[in-house]
Nanobody
Framework: QARVVESGGGLVQAGGSLTLSCAAD????????MGWFRQAPGKEREFVAG????????YYADAVKGRFTISRDNAKTTMYLRMNSLKPEDTAVYYC??????????????????WGQGTQVTVSS
């Protein structure tokens, strides 16, 4: 069973930074697009950022563009999300997702087949 596991969440003050990591097994990671989504209490899960399997094509939600950076290290089968200038509205559970069907990232959750358990990010004002 392929899987992905997030880490790196925590509590940070507004304006601070965090880096999330997503470790995937080789079968999940090799030639597939991956993405980050988040879900705040009472809200639907939303797209944050996505990256193609070569690491060249990236997409960002408007709310995080210019503040977050997605990257991946295929040799380590790990994806990252560097989050700078964090705001209280970034508070959410962040999920890593991997596609088994697409090389290019998508903003649609349905494009992803494997999901992690999530890691909590809390930004205090």
């Amino acid at each position: 069973q392929a899987r992905v596991v997030e880490s790196g969440g925590g509590l940070v003050q507004a304006g601070g930074s965090l880096t999330l990591s997503c470790a995937a097994d080789g079968r999940t990671f090799s030639t597939n697009a991956m993405g980050w989504f988040r879900q705040a209490p009472g809200k639907e899960r939303e797209f944050v950022a996505g990256i193609g399997w070569r690491g060249i094509r990236t997409y960002y939600a408007d709310a995080v563009k210019g503040r977050f950076t997605i990257s991946r290290d295929n040799a380590k089968t790990t994806m990252y999300l560097r989050m700078n200038s964090l705001k209280p509205e970034d508070t959410a559970v962040y999920y890593c997702a991997a596609s088994s069907r697409y090389e290019d990232p998508s903003i649609q959750p349905a494009a992803y087949d494997y999901w992690g358990q999530g890691t909590q990010v809390t930004v205090s004002s």
